[in-house]
């Protein structure tokens, strides 16, 4: 029984995490409610370097133009460092409080109705898509929009909070072409997961109720469920859909609520 709830953690948290649903908010109360791997907070780690990868798969041409440290790219990494820094600034002044709220559901279900009002607020923005022929061209946020678009980031380690919600909506906020803002949204995730699991694994809490090889299969169908959901993610972004989520995240944290009243 452990192994199945073990892979329905990792289909909650590969479909969620990209989905603007909050993969974490899904993650407590799923825990809360089957007393399986709860507040296990490795384990979330582990279930998020396999959506990670499934970035890293989606946008891996984006990521090797990257790599090529021309001005375009250099410029676009900056913004990226930028946009981290916010994140690992709160995760590292307010660890002990922010891994509480791991084993508060409550609380994830309020932050889940504030999921389902920041989507809420996107339904009037006009963005356009931002088409260029001959592939990709890194096209990089202003470095003050970039910092703004962390702070949404850094908002999202709150369980219940919606990392890719409050990314694309800070990025459409901000001007933002519809698909470049799923896209910085995408490859922002990369250094924040990455730094989550270095931080772990310095402070020694590698500590999980899973054996090696669940973490490895929870990874796996993670990583699976993720590449089918960053793509659902990012047309519904550049179709308008966005929003609509909102009219999941805000029943689905009242009823939480009040069950666990």
């Given at each position: 029984?452990?192994?199945?709830?073990?892979?329905?953690?990792?289909?909650?948290?590969g479909?969620?995490?990209?989905?603007?649903?909050s993969?974490?908010?899904?993650?407590?109360?799923?825990?809360?409610?089957?007393?399986?791997?709860?507040?296990?907070?490795?384990?979330?780690?582990?279930l998020?370097?396999?959506?990670?990868?499934?970035?890293?798969?989606?946008?891996?041409?984006e990521?090797?133009?990257?790599?090529?440290?021309?001005?375009?790219?250099?410029q676009?990494?900056?913004?990226?460092?930028?946009?981290?820094?916010?994140?690992?600034?709160?995760?590292?002044?307010?660890?002990?409080?922010?891994e509480?709220?791991?084993?508060?559901?409550?609380?994830?279900?309020?932050a889940?109705?504030?999921?389902g009002?920041?989507?809420?607020s996107?339904?009037?923005?006009?963005?356009?898509?931002?088409?260029?022929p001959?592939?990709?061209?890194?096209?990089?946020?202003?470095?003050?929009?970039?910092?703004l678009?962390?702070?949404?980031?850094?908002?999202?380690?709150?369980?219940?909070?919606?990392?890719?919600?409050?990314?694309?909506?800070?990025?459409?906020?901000?001007?933002l072409a519809r698909?470049?803002?799923?896209?910085?949204?995408?490859?922002?995730?990369?250094?924040?997961?990455?730094?989550?699991?270095?931080?772990?694994?310095?402070?020694?809490?590698?500590?999980?109720?899973?054996?090696g090889?669940?973490?490895?299969?929870?990874?796996?169908?993670a990583?699976?469920?993720?590449?089918?959901?960053?793509?659902?993610?990012?047309?519904?972004?550049v179709?308008?859909?966005?929003?609509?989520?909102?009219?999941?995240?805000?029943?689905?944290?009242?009823?939480?609520?009040?069950?666990l009243?």
């Amino acid at each position: 029984m452990a192994i199945f709830y073990l892979i329905l953690l990792a289909v909650v948290q590969g479909l969620t995490e990209f989905l603007p649903v909050s993969s974490s908010g899904h993650l407590v109360l799923l825990q809360h409610w089957t007393r399986v791997f709860d507040g296990d907070v490795f384990l979330d780690v582990i279930l998020h370097v396999g959506t990670l990868l499934a970035v890293v798969v989606v946008y891996r041409r984006e990521i090797r133009r990257l790599v090529a440290f021309d001005a375009p790219a250099v410029q676009y990494l900056a913004a990226m460092v930028v946009g981290t820094l916010p994140a690992v600034g709160v995760g590292l002044l307010f660890k002990e409080p922010i891994e509480s709220l791991f084993s508060n559901p409550r609380a994830a279900a309020v932050a889940l109705v504030v999921t389902g009002l920041i989507l809420f607020s996107t339904r009037r923005t006009d963005n356009k898509v931002h088409n260029l022929p001959g592939g990709w061209h890194p096209v990089a946020p202003p470095l003050h929009k970039a910092l703004l678009i962390g702070c949404a980031q850094a908002l999202a380690i709150v369980p219940g909070i919606s990392r890719s919600g409050s990314t694309i909506a800070a990025s459409l906020w901000l001007g933002l072409a519809r698909d470049e803002a799923a896209r910085f949204s995408f490859l922002l995730a990369v250094p924040a997961i990455a730094g989550a699991l270095v931080l772990h694994v310095i402070g020694g809490e590698v500590d999980s109720q899973a054996g090696g090889l669940a973490l490895f299969l929870g990874a796996v169908v993670a990583f699976l469920v993720g590449l089918v959901a960053i793509r659902l993610t990012a047309l519904l972004v550049v179709q308008k859909h966005f929003w609509k989520f909102g009219f999941y995240c805000i029943p689905l944290g009242l009823i939480a609520f009040f069950l666990l009243g």
